[in-house]
């Protein structure tokens, strides 16, 4: 006997090279089975999934989510039941004195699946910016003790190198974390936005599976040449195994970067949303928004989902996530995919007309359904950018 049995679906399982309709089957919380037909007599509860899209539960790269201590964190599980991420990483909200916290506080109460990159700086994102300003809190014996302690739910290091984060201090930041993440053989997440630090200098410092997170920024660190055409930094970083991977957040996506990559054949490896106080409110919205813009822009439908579920899992060696292979976890998310038309936007409120819509209905963790439920109204400071604010109020 199984537990649950979602019937009739689409399923798309790109760890198992799966596009085609199926059945799956969960029993205690796992996936038991996936079929061109399993039997509704063998199962306790159906779901009919019928003209719906099934997916593994989304995994979200970069997220911020430990709300209420620090600027930019959200509240997942109201946000997970209505969009379909599973497993939420979360991109450095938390150092090594507000880890503890985070453990407690946000993963031990959530129902959302919660990994993190520690920040370098002891401090995290507590304020918008300016963590690695004074370099007494880049603490590397700290931070690498936090990690022995805590490898469970830590999967790599993040580092934002930008103008403001590094205010007076250069790339130190960086070759502190690049240090720090050599010594506990973890991932690096590079954050890049606008320089100074230079673009080269950053880059030099990135290892194979390491991440570069916002790839599609259209700041000064912004992988494109001034004719327009992809940088040959992107193929560089490509060639020698550093993961693309989106972050869209409130400032970081650029359709023209984004246009520019997709024209060359390159595309990104991890689509991931940057979710936190601001872009939830839009023009980012939520992870299947950011995969419709993406969709399209004339990628696959298997394409994009691989790129929310299999890779973001493998960047943070958690190979038994973002899949249906039975044995794994039962997290699952149901999809309509829209056909309307809708009108999307990158961070610079720049349009694109699109034809197609990916609608969440559905979100399961460990075979039990999320809840909808009210989100939590935005901090008193998370105020949009005039630009945003002034079409986004329009609807
Ligand atoms: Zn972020």
């Not at 159906?46 to 899209?53: L, S, W």
């Not at 580092?159 to 506990?184: F, K, M, S, Y």
Request: aromatic share 6%.
């Amino acid at each position: 006997m199984y537990d649950l049995l979602i019937r009739g679906g689409h399923v798309i399982d790109p760890a198992n090279n799966l596009n085609a309709p199926a059945d799956v089957a969960i029993r205690d919380g796992r996936i038991a089975a996936v079929a061109e037909f399993i039997d509704p007599a063998q199962a306790r509860a159906v779901i009919d999934a019928t003209g719906q899209i099934v997916t593994p539960g989304l995994v979200d790269l970069h997220t911020h989510v430990y709300w209420g201590v620090t600027y930019w964190g959200i509240e997942a599980d109201p946000v997970a039941a209505r969009s379909g991420v599973t497993t939420w990483v979360d991109a450095g909200s938390a150092g090594a004195y507000s880890f503890p916290g985070f453990r407690h506080f946000i993963c031990n109460a959530s129902r959302v699946r919660m990994f993190a990159f520690l920040n370098l700086s002891a401090i995290g994102l507590i304020a918008p910016t300016w963590e690695f300003a004074n370099l007494d809190y880049c603490d590397i014996d700290l931070a690498a003790r936090t990690i022995e302690e805590n490898r469970d739910m830590l999967v790599g290091i993040k580092a934002r190198i930008d103008h403001n984060t590094t205010r007076g201090v250069g790339i130190r930041p960086l070759e502190l974390a690049r240090t720090l993440a050599d010594r506990v053989a973890l991932p690096l997440m590079v954050h890049i936005g606008n320089a100074p630090p230079a673009l080269d200098e950053i880059v030099a410092l990135l290892r194979p599976g390491d991440i570069l997170t916002h790839c599609f920024t259209g700041g000064t660190h912004r992988l494109l040449s001034d004719d327009g055409r992809l940088s040959p930094v992107a193929r560089a970083l490509r060639e020698r195994g550093v993961l693309l991977d989106i972050g869209h957040g409130t400032g970081s996506f650029s359709y023209r970067v984004a246009e520019a990559a997709l024209a060359e054949g390159l595309l990104p490896d991890i689509i991931s949303s940057d979710i936190h106080q601001l872009s939830v409110q839009g023009p980012m919205f939520d992870l299947p928004t950011t995969l419709s813009k993406f969709l399209n822009l004339g990628m696959s439908l298997p394409d994009v989902i691989d790129r929310a579920t299999r890779r973001p899992a493998l960047a943070i060696g958690k190979p038994e996530l973002g899949t249906l292979q039975p044995g794994a976890p039962a997290d699952v998310a149901l999809f309509r995919l829209e056909e309307a038309d809708v009108t999307f936007y990158d961070v610079e409120m720049n349009p694109r007309a699109g034809n197609r819509r990916l609608v969440c209905t559905m979100t399961m963790i460990d075979g039990q359904l999320l809840p909808q439920r009210a989100e939590r109204a935005p901090a008193i400071w998370a105020i949009l950018p005039e630009h945003q604010r002034r079409i986004l109020d329009r609807g």
